[in-house]
């Protein structure tokens, strides 16, 4: 089945512990990105990534790293994760070209104490 | 000002009516996404459009280029239908970045 894969669903965590959400496809998409879903703002990108060693910022990519050495994955770290980083965080994927849809992951609802 | 604006924010209809729900937008774009959100949380892409008219089953999504306007309609509404439908738009020369509304929060009644 196409999809996209996140994990963990849910993740309770404290300030400043280094953790690390993965994202995995399995269509061999060349564009992945991140995004986060707070109330009363919406989903805003962080980080996307066009294709294997190549990634660039979003509009919110403080305090968030990601590398994407594998074309399948495109993992979402937070090195010193603070309370405002508690969000609802999508991965999504899209082949190259303009005329596709993207797919989404599950989602990760994140909340740091 | 938001880019991409989304009206109306919430909408209650009963079963079997037809929907409409807006999305404009201020910026050159290549392309807009219509998706759908459950309670559950997870995302579904339900259009890709880039000029004119799109169907699939029930769900029809159309756009005005020169009008910076794009409708999602819902033909003979069902409880299932119950969702937050966003619209996200990827502006002209941007590497694949989107820009989101706000969503709207469809409830249909049985």
């Known amino acids: 089945e196409a999809q996209v894969t996140q994990n963990p669903r849910y993740l309770i965590t404290v300030t400043g512990k280094k953790l690390t959400v993965t994202c995995s496809q399995n269509m061999n998409h060349e564009y992945m990105s991140w995004y986060r879903q707070d109330p009363g703002l919406g989903l805003r990108q962080i980080y996307y990534s066009m294709n294997v060693e190549v990634t660039d910022k979003g509009d919110v990519p403080e305090g968030y790293k990601v590398s994407r050495k594998e074309k399948r994955n495109f993992p979402l770290i937070l090195e010193s994760p603070s309370p405002n980083q508690t969000s609802l965080y999508f991965c999504?994927?899209?082949?190259?070209?303009?005329?596709?849809?993207?797919?989404f992951g599950s989602g990760t609802r994140l909340t740091v104490v | 000002k938001n880019e991409v604006e989304q009206s109306p924010q919430n909408l209650t209809a009963q079963e079997g009516e037809f929907i409409t729900i807006n999305c404009s937008y201020s910026?050159?774009?290549?392309?807009l996404h219509w998706l759908q959100q459950h309670p559950g949380g997870g995302i579904v892409s339900l259009f890709m459009?880039?000029?004119g008219k799109k169907k699939h089953g029930r769900l029809i999504a159309t756009i005005n280029i020169q009008e910076k306007h794009s409708s999602l309609h819902i033909t003979a509404s069902h409880p299932r239908d119950s969702a937050v439908y966003i619209c996200a738009v990827r502006p002209s020369g941007s590497a694949r970045q989107l820009t989101f509304g706000s969503g709207t929060q469809l409830t249909v009644l049985p």
């Open positions: 910026v050159g774009i290549s392309a």
């Open positions: 459009l880039s000029s």
């Open positions: 999504a994927s899209t082949p190259r070209g303009t005329n596709y849809g993207y797919t």
